[in-house]
């Protein structure tokens, strides 16, 4: 059942050994630049140049999925035969956009290849699949709890040829990158619609648009993710073509549901590869250090924390694995059980296990000297990114619920 393909496994092996030659040896090299830029979030020469090795040497767009495979180099990709891939990329956390597979381009990417019209494709996804620019997604509101987004307040409102756009957001992924030129924007266009879930529409607009102001940029734990970034962004009184609509007016839910189901599983294939690393350092660590006067390794307490990380590794990677296979043979909408328990699941259990490495570190894993400072940080934010794990949660207890107890 959760067998890859061979075109998966081909990708794999030429995946790792990209990682082996060209990433890991760049670790040091894109910290210095990224140090030493005189601009925080403009792109790195390095990043740069291993994008075009990665395309040079056809892993490029491999997050594309099958019914999508006019947009691949390799005909597309089901959720089963990707996860291996991004689980290598999560092993160093900026390696994603060397193959041009990186929040949230990808997901954005996906919007345009399902919504969007030719035109649209033309002017924006062309340039994505490319990888010349990156885009933004613009839903969450700091004045709201957007956990739930039928709560989002942006207005977007008709003026004859225009949609004039005011609000504000914040956490906006990639929109302090200097290479980021378009931002998929979503509020209320019909707030007085009965029906909370057609309230909402989603628009194109260009960050180079007259009323958008990027207030500044956000930190997690102290980590602003540059050159990437998130911002809080401010829209007033923006004004875009009609034609910026996406889908259709009232349509904004139905776009975002499809967008972020799986946007929520690629980081959660990817943080597999950032707690499998962190496994691989601290078993190296503890076999080179000594205290009261044996190995560290030889401490039952490290064994045993050992053995938990393993085990709990191997327990959420097959849990993504099931996941993505209930996805590729049932659909999205009906694996969405399967995908709240791997969102609710699998972050939290790559932060512990994350956190004991670091502890086997000694206070070297609180730096940056080591990737797992920052991989602590992401996995703790993906708790927070695509929906809180509360409503997860509560969505999931409520289908589990009415799966056994149907009266209740």
């Known amino acids: 059942m959760l067998t890859t393909s061979e075109k998966s496994a081909d990708l794999a092996v030429r995946v790792e050994r990209f990682m082996d030659e060209y990433i890991y040896p760049n670790e040091e090299r894109y910290a210095a630049e990224l140090e030493n830029s005189p601009r925080r979030f ?110 989002i307040e942006t207005d977007i409102r008709r003026d004859g040829d225009s949609w004039v756009i005011n609000g504000r957001k914040w956490f906006i992924t990639g929109a302090m990158n200097e290479r980021t030129k378009i931002f998929i924007v979503m509020g209320k266009s019909d707030a007085a619609n009965p029906n909370r879930h057609h309230q909402q529409s989603q628009v194109l607009v260009p960050k180079d648009t007259d009323g958008v102001s990027i207030v500044r940029p956000l930190n997690t734990f102290g980590y602003d993710d540059a050159p990437l970034g998130h911002a809080e962004v401010v829209f007033e009184n923006v004004r875009v073509p009609v034609e910026n609509m996406l889908l259709g007016e009232g349509r904004g839910f139905e776009i975002a549901q499809s967008r972020l189901a799986p946007g929520r599983m690629h980081h959660c294939m990817r943080l597999i590869g950032s707690a499998q690393r962190s496994l691989e350092l601290a078993c190296k660590r503890v076999e080179s250090r000594s205290t009261f006067g044996k190995k560290i390794s030889k401490h039952q307490s490290v064994r045993e924390e050992i053995a938990r990380s393993f085990s709990e590794i191997e327990m959420a990677r097959l849990l993504v694995l099931k996941t993505c296979y209930t996805i590729d043979t049932q659909g999205v909408s009906q694996s969405v059980d399967m995908i709240a328990a791997t969102k609710t699941t699998v972050p939290l259990l790559v932060q512990q296990v994350i956190d004991r490495c670091m502890q086997m570190h000694g206070a070297g894993g609180l730096t940056s000297d080591y990737f797992m400072a920052e991989a602590f940080s992401y996995a703790r934010w993906c708790r927070q990114a695509d929906g809180p794990d509360q409503v997860h949660q509560m969505a999931l207890g409520k289908m589990v619920i009415n799966k056994y107890a149907p009266t209740a």
């Not at 019914?67 to 291996?84: D, I, K, R």
């Not at 997901?107 to 494709?121: C, I, L, P, Y």
């Open 42 to 151: 403009s792109p790195l020469p390095i990043m740069d140049e291993l994008k075009a090795k990665a395309r040079s040497a056809g892993l490029w767009n491999l997050f594309v999925p099958e019914e999508h495979q006019q947009y691949s180099l390799h005909g597309g990709l089901t959720f089963l035969e990707y996860a291996p891939l991004a689980e290598m990329m999560g092993r160093v956390l900026w390696s994603a956009e060397v193959f041009n597979c990186s929040a949230p381009d990808t997901g954005n990417m996906e919007v345009f290849m399902n919504f969007a019209t030719d035109e649209q494709k033309e002017r924006w996804l062309e340039p994505l699949l490319a990888g010349e620019i990156r885009s933004s997604y613009a839903m969450t509101e700091p004045q709201v709890a957007s956990s739930d987004a039928t709560n």
